[in-house]
T-cell receptor
């Protein structure tokens, strides 16, 4: 089945230690999104790629970076995680255009110790 | 600016009762509206969407929603709740961003189903 895969599902990192979260898709969608979701809150968009075009949200901290080496993969890098970065990180894909739905992966729960 | 408001952060119903989750939007252009469900420690799953055409939209798991432009609403309903419907529900509107869309979510509604 076509899907969005996130690895790992659970990640524990130390305060200040760089961490990378991975997302892959078999849907061949043009757009890939990264969201941060804190407890009991709605997902918050960090950035997205349309093909190789990167679009950063205005309020996304510089501590968060992303890479998309090819259509299938997208990575979220947190350069120096703080305790406030503990959250669920969701990857989503879309064919693009405003009317198309997004398909979400299962998420990676990040714990910062 | 487009926004979404979900009335009621928690809704509790008995098994077999009607489910009604409320969503109101504000949009200066014809909206594209979505309902997603999220189970604990999972990603979001699309329940249904409204883009154009029929205003009553049927989705998965017996859910449906009606787009009412005059009321700027897109409420989610299900005639008979199951225990498995207990989850977090998010209403969202799609905002055009260059050549893509991005979702603006409501704050979510937790549905509790009592036996």
């Amino acid at each position: 089945d076509a899907m969005v895969i996130q690895n790992p599902r659970y990640q524990v990192t130390q305060f200040g230690k760089p961490v990378t979260l991975s997302c892959s898709q078999t849907l061949n969608h043009n757009v890939m999104y990264w969201y941060q979701q804190k407890s009991s809150q709605a997902p918050k968009l960090l950035f997205h790629y349309y093909d190789k075009d990167f679009n950063n949200e205005a309020d996304t901290p510089d501590n968060f970076q992303s890479r998309r080496p090819n259509t299938s993969f997208c990575f979220l890098d947190i350069r120096s995680p703080g305790l406030g970065d503990a959250a669920m990180y969701l990857c989503a894909t879309s064919r693009g255009q405003v009317s198309y739905e997004q398909y979400f992966g299962p998420g990676t729960r990040l714990t910062v110790t | 600016a487009q926004s979404v408001t979900q009335l009621g952060s928690h809704v509790s119903v008995s098994e077999g009762a009607l489910v009604l989750l409320r969503c109101n939007y504000s949009s200066s252009v014809p909206p594209y509206l979505f309902w997603y469900v999220q189970y604990p420690n999972q990603g979001l799953q699309l329940l249904l969407k409204y883009t154009t055409g029929a205003t009553l939209v049927k989705g998965i798991n017996g859910f449906e929603a009606e787009f009412k432009k005059s009321e700027t609403s897109f409420h989610l309903t299900k005639p008979s709740a199951h225990m498995s419907d207990a989850a977090e529900y998010f209403c969202a509107v799609s905002l055009g961003s260059g050549n893509t869309g991005k979702l603006i979510f409501g704050q979510g509604t937790t549905l509790q189903v009592k036996p």
